[in-house]
């Protein structure tokens, strides 16, 4: 199970995740009363809200974008969620937090692909052999 904090500019902190047993993802709001910690469930189940109680990463993304919070969590966590892929666990990277600056893949640490190198070799054809094979064998040449 994946499990992250996050905290909105009200000051409430907001718990979420992906608990892969049930394969759903989870919001929960998180306040402390009397030296107890209690959870708010938003998304997933015991949901306050109905249309939330399914943990599908569409549910997610709504809840977290009305408690303002969507642009306050990592990109790697961002993608994870659009794409319903599990969120990663642990702290993300630098690399993983700051988004690519000019929307190329040139900044440190992204894989950039080896260029294809072309042979100067001609495929290797076998000789032909038929009523054509003459005709054919020349092309080859």
Avoid: C
């Amino acid at each position: 199970m994946s499990r992250h904090e996050v905290t909105n500019k009200d000051g409430t902190v907001f718990v979420y995740g992906y608990d892969r047993p049930t394969s759903q993802y989870f919001l929960d709001a998180k306040s402390t009363n009397d030296g107890d910690t209690i959870y708010l469930p938003w998304v997933g189940f015991d949901s306050a809200k109905r249309e939330w109680s399914r943990g599908t990463h569409v549910n997610l993304l709504e809840a977290m974008e009305h408690f303002g919070i969507w642009d306050l969590i990592p990109p790697i966590h961002q993608r994870a969620i659009v794409l319903d892929l599990p969120i990663p666990e642990g702290q993300p990277s630098r690399l993983d937090q700051e988004p690519d600056p000019d929307g190329d893949r040139d900044y440190p640490g992204a894989i950039t692909p080896m260029p294809k190198r072309r042979s100067k070799r001609s495929p290797f054809v076998p000789k032909s052999e038929g009523p054509d094979a003459e005709r054919f064998n020349a092309m080859q040449d």
